[in-house]
């Protein structure tokens, strides 16, 4: 596939393979095949963030040499060490998501950068007092969970594409108009070049523009707040523990980083997030003391803050002939249970499973059309909707719920939403069911979200919640 090629850049990690990551940037006297001729992929996957990275990923630990994948990302990940400041943006990855992250040999590359494994997570009525705690070994777990910057999360898969020969990462490279025809997808690109495939599949974000050219309908409302994210230099060391509290105002989120950092998420109203993102930063730091969690200690710096805007939304369908939706392309959903990117990688995960099943049957099959051009077709992309579909619809609904339960409410309806926490302490049952839910590790899962270590104890050396 020899193209003109540069690196996206990882610095302090292993260099990427030159001719694998392949840029737009060329010099003006050089005609690019691809502009005579399209290159030729089996699959097409817009959007090298997290969940479109997975499924690359995904598809190259499956199928191999099978399958010819090409991955574009239009805004180049810059590189991050242990030593780097932290970025805003962290995800809450589920037990299931780092089974995939593991299964697609992309662990090693977060656990060179850093992450924070937590072991309890606390939920508690902020008015009325009533309170559960989740504990990971009550299911012989050894965490909950892991903090990771989103940044870590894409380097570390990008990083592990890199050395695959069946795929290539075209970055930095913009996706801009795409024409479905009844055997392949003609992809032009923001560049000039050319690309034809036989799927095509969004993996773009929120704002999907795969799902915008395939004229996908999006049902989609914002919720009347915002989230503030800080990130904060912390007295006390790493604690393995989140903390939600529900206020009237809005939930708070408290999660840990490694060291002695921790990432706070405050749900407001659009006025008053805009208020504390402009406090002078001393001021900021002792409201944060005085309205967050004792236990937290006391705050030595702010290290960032910024604020995003909240709303779900949910494509009417995932899939069409020769296209794919995944990931926030397809949904999103209320960030208060961090659930977002963990639906999406196993949307990923999800969808390699359905394409390396019909690869595999390919194989022992005489006809003569290419594996992209079956993969496209939509009889075999719908096994992968009827899939994903109902399950994030449910995930959308119940913490829809989540948002209503924990508004504004009049005082009878506080106080049963408080005995309701304190009786699902009390109750081991409901607070298991709700803990495998949350890890990921219920329902119909992909091959690559099961297995993996489950040995109670601390693989990570965590120090004990002080
Ligand atoms: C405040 C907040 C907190 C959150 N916390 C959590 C959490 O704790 N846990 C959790 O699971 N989720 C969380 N989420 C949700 C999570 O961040 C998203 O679900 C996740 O980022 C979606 O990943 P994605 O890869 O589908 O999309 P994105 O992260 O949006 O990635 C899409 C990629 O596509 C690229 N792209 C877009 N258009 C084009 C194009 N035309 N051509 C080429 N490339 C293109 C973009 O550059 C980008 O890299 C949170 C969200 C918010 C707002």
Same mark, same amino acid.
């Given at each position: 596939m020899g193209m003109t090629s540069d690196r996206c850049d990882n610095q302090g990690m292993p260099k990427v393979k030159p001719s694998k990551v392949q840029s737009s940037e060329v010099q003006p006297s050089e005609v690019q095949p691809s502009e005579i001729q399209p290159l030729d992929y089996d699959i097409v996957i817009v959007?090298?963030?997290?969940?479109?990275?997975?499924? $690359?990923?995904?598809?190259?630990? +499956?199928?191999?040499?099978?399958? @010819?994948?090409a991955i574009l990302e239009s805004a180049q990940p810059s590189p991050l060490t242990a030593e780097d400041p932290y970025d805003l943006r962290v995800s809450a990855l589920s037990i299931a998501s780092e089974n995939m992250l593991k299964a697609v040999g992309a662990w090693p590359g977060i656990v060179a950068r850093r992450f924070a494994p937590f072991r309890f997570m606390q939920v508690w009525d902020g008015e009325q007092g009533g309170n559960t705690m989740f504990d990971s070994t009550e299911l012989g777990y050894p965490h909950l969970g892991c903090i990771v910057e989103n940044r870590v999360i894409q380097l570390a898969l990008h990083e592990r594409l890199s050395e695959f020969d069946s795929v290539d990462i075209l970055c930095p490279e913009k996706l801009l108009a795409a024409d479905v025809l009844p055997k392949r997808v003609e992809v032009r690109l923001e560049s000039g070049k050319h690309l034809s495939t036989g799927c095509l599949i969004g993996a773009d974000g929120a704002r999907s523009r795969v799902r915008e050219l395939a004229a996908i309908g999006?049902?989609?409302?914002?919720?009347?707040?915002? $989230?503030?994210?800080?990130?904060? +230099?912390? #007295?006390?060391? +790493?604690?393995d523990i989140t903390w939600q509290r529900f206020l009237p105002t809005g939930p708070q989120a408290l999660l840990p980083l490694a060291g002695h950092r921790a990432s706070m998420v405050w749900y407001h109203s659009e006025?008053?997030?805009? @208020?504390?993102?402009?406090?002078?930063?001393?001021? %900021?730091?002792?409201?944060?003391?005085a309205e967050f969690p004792e236990q937290m200690g006391s705050l030595d710096a702010l290290l960032g803050r910024g604020s995003f805007?909240? %709303?779900?939304?949910?494509?009417?369908?995932?899939?069409?002939?020769?296209?794919?939706?995944?990931?926030?392309?397809?949904?999103?959903?209320?960030?208060? *249970?961090? +659930?977002?990117?963990?639906?999406?990688? /196993?949307?990923? *995960?999800?969808?390699?499973?359905?394409?390396?099943?019909?690869?595999?049957?390919?194989? #022992?099959?005489?006809? #003569?059309?290419?594996?992209?051009?079956?993969i496209g077709r939509r009889h075999h992309l719908r096994r992968y909707e009827r899939w994903r579909r109902t399950d994030n619809a449910l995930m959308i609904q119940v913490l829809d719920g989540f948002y209503e339960v924990f508004k504004p409410r009049p005082r009878p309806l506080r106080v049963v939403r408080s005995m309701a926490l304190? %009786?699902?302490?009390?109750?081991?049952?409901?607070?298991? *069911?709700?803990?495998?839910?949350?890890?990921?590790? #219920?329902?119909?899962?992909?091959? /690559?979200?099961?297995s993996s270590s489950r040995t109670p104890g601390d693989e990570y050396g965590v120090k004990e919640f002080v």
């Open positions: 959007g090298g963030g997290m969940v479109g990275s997975m499924l $690359a990923a995904a598809l190259a630990t +499956q199928c191999g040499a099978r399958l @010819r994948v999006v049902e989609s409302s914002q919720y009347p707040q915002k $989230a503030l994210v800080a990130t904060v +230099q912390t #007295s006390l060391p +790493q604690q006025e008053e997030v805009d @208020r504390l993102q402009s406090l002078p930063e001393t001021e %900021f730091l002792r409201l944060m003391e805007p909240l %709303f779900k939304s949910h494509a009417t369908h995932y899939v069409k002939e020769r296209i794919a939706l995944i990931g926030d392309a397809a949904h999103t959903v209320h960030p208060l *249970a961090g +659930q977002g990117v963990n639906l999406g990688l /196993l949307d990923a *995960a999800v969808l390699a499973e359905v394409v390396s099943d019909v690869v595999l049957q390919k194989s #022992s099959n005489t006809r #003569s059309e290419s594996i992209g051009e079956i304190d %009786f699902v302490n009390r109750l081991s049952p409901a607070r298991g *069911a709700l803990m495998q839910y949350a890890m990921g590790v #219920s329902g119909d899962l992909p091959r /690559l979200a099961i």
